[in-house]
C-alpha cells in the first residue's frame, strides 16, 4: 500500500511541475544592465563606521514610496558566525545609509546557544496589527558529544519580531520579537534534517499565507530543498504543507532563501540562491504552490565580473522588485577578495523579461 501511495505521490508532483512548466516555458528574465562594481564593499564609510568585517548575508529589500529598505545580516567579525540584523534605506538602491542595528546575536557560538546567530529572511507589512513583521533563523552550535558537526548550524527556530510603532512608517523599527512560528517539532518532515528550520520568507496568495522555508541533512550530507508552510494570517498559527507537496520540486539539489514578488499580472515570481558562476536562480507560479523548475540567470558580465567563482560564491538575492516600468531591480550579496580576505558585498542589477 505504501508504495502504490508513493507512486501515486511521485506521479502528482510530475504532473504539477510539468503544467507549471509549460503554462511559464515562453517567460525568461534577461538581464538588463547591471552597476559597476559592488554599491556596498568593504570601503564603505558605514561599513567602516559599523565595524562591519566580514560583510553582508541574507535578508530582503522592499521599496516603499520611492525609497528602498533593506534588512540585511552582518556579519561583523566572522563569516556566517558573528551576526547581526541591520537596517539600510536608499534612495535609488545604489546609495545606501546605514541607520541602525536591529537585532543582535547573543555571542558565545555552542551547542546551548540557541541566538549564537541570526539570520533576518524576510519583511512583511502585517495589517492585521497595523505594523511591520520581520522573520529571522536562529540556530545552535552542533554538539560533537553528540557526534554533530560543530561548525554547522543545528535546530533553526523562525522568530517573528514586529515593529513598536504603528503603521508603515514605523518600518525603521525598534522592533519587538513576538515568538517562534516555526521550529523542529513533532510534524517535522524527513527531508528537513538537522539543520531545518532554515529560512523564512511570507507571501500571500487570496486569502491565505505561504512561507518557503528550506532543510538541509549534514549527516549523512544531503542536497538543501525548500518546501512550504501556510497561515491564515501572517501571525499564523504556522503548518507545513503535506509531504504530497513538499520539498518543492523547484531545484534539484540546491535553492535558498527564496524571495517571492507578486506581479502586477498577478502572478509569482521567486528569486534565491543557487548554483554557478555570478550566477541566481528563479521560478514563477500561478498560485503559490506549483513552481516552474528553476532557471539560472548570470547577473554579472564578462567586463563586470567583481563576485568570485563558485557554486557559493554569488550568495544571496534579497529581493527581486517590479519597477514602474516592467523590470526588476535585484539586489544581492556577493563574495569578492578585498586585501587578500573575504567580504561578502551588495551588489545590483536590473532583469526584465525577453
Not at 561599513?47 to 545580516?73: C, P, W
Not at 557526534?147 to 513598536?164: F, L, P, Q, T
Not at 496568495?205 to 508552510?229: R, T
Not at 564578462?302 to 534579497?318: K, Q, S
Request: glycine share 8%; hydrophobic share 35%; net charge negative.
Amino acid at each position: 500500500m505504501n508504495l502504490i501511495l508513493e507512486k501515486r505521490k511521485t506521479l502528482l508532483l510530475i504532473t504539477l511541475f510539468l503544467t507549471t512548466s509549460l503554462a511559464f516555458s515562453q517567460k525568461k528574465l534577461v538581464l538588463l544592465s547591471e552597476h559597476q562594481g559592488p554599491v556596498i564593499t568593504a570601503n564603505h564609510a558605514d561599513v567602516l563606521a559599523s565595524k562591519n568585517r566580514s560583510g553582508f548575508e541574507t535578508g530582503q529589500v522592499v521599496k516603499i514610496d520611492g525609497v528602498y529598505h533593506m534588512f540585511v545580516n552582518e556579519m561583523f567579525e566572522r563569516p556566517h558566525r558573528d551576526m547581526r540584523i541591520a537596517y539600510w534605506t536608499s534612495p535609488d538602491a545604489i546609495q545606501w545609509k546605514r541607520q541602525t542595528t536591529l537585532i543582535e546575536s547573543i555571542p558565545g557560538r555552542s551547542p546551548s546557544n540557541p541566538r549564537s546567530e541570526v539570520w533576518v529572511t524576510g519583511v512583511e507589512y502585517n495589517e492585521d496589527d497595523d505594523a511591520w513583521n520581520i522573520f529571522y533563523v536562529a540556530y545552535r552550535a552542533g554538539d560533537k558529544d553528540k557526534g554533530e558537526i560543530e561548525r554547522s548550524d543545528y535546530e533553526g527556530k523562525v522568530w517573528r519580531a514586529k515593529s513598536v510603532i504603528k503603521g508603515k512608517q514605523g518600518i525603521a523599527g525598534p522592533y519587538a520579537d513576538l515568538g517562534i512560528v516555526l521550529q523542529p517539532d513533532e510534524s517535522s518532515q524527513a527531508w528537513e534534517g538537522q539543520q531545518a528550520v532554515a529560512t523564512f520568507n511570507p507571501y500571500k496568495v487570496g486569502e491565505k499565507w505561504y512561507a518557503f522555508y528550506d532543510g538541509h541533512n549534514y549527516i549523512p550530507m544531503g542536497p538543501w530543498p525548500i518546501g512550504l508552510a501556510e497561515a491564515p494570517k501572517l501571525s499564523g498559527p504556522w503548518v507545513r504543507l503535506s509531504e504530497e507537496y513538499n520539498p518543492v520540486p523547484i531545484a534539484e539539489e540546491f535553492a535558498e532563501n527564496p524571495q517571492v514578488t507578486e506581479l502586477k499580472n498577478g502572478d509569482l515570481l521567486t528569486v534565491f540562491d543557487s548554483f554557478g558562476d555570478q550566477e541566481i536562480g528563479y521560478s514563477l507560479s500561478e498560485n503559490g504552490v506549483q513552481w516552474s523548475p528553476e532557471v539560472r540567470i548570470k547577473i554579472q558580465t564578462a567586463d563586470n565580473i567583481w563576485a568570485d567563482a563558485g557554486d557559493h560564491a554569488m550568495r544571496t538575492p534579497l529581493c527581486a522588485i517590479e519597477e514602474d516600468d516592467g523590470t526588476f531591480t535585484v539586489i544581492y550579496t556577493a563574495r569578492m577578495n578585498v586585501n587578500g580576505e573575504n567580504f561578502y558585498a551588495i551588489g545590483k542589477c536590473t532583469l526584465g523579461w525577453k
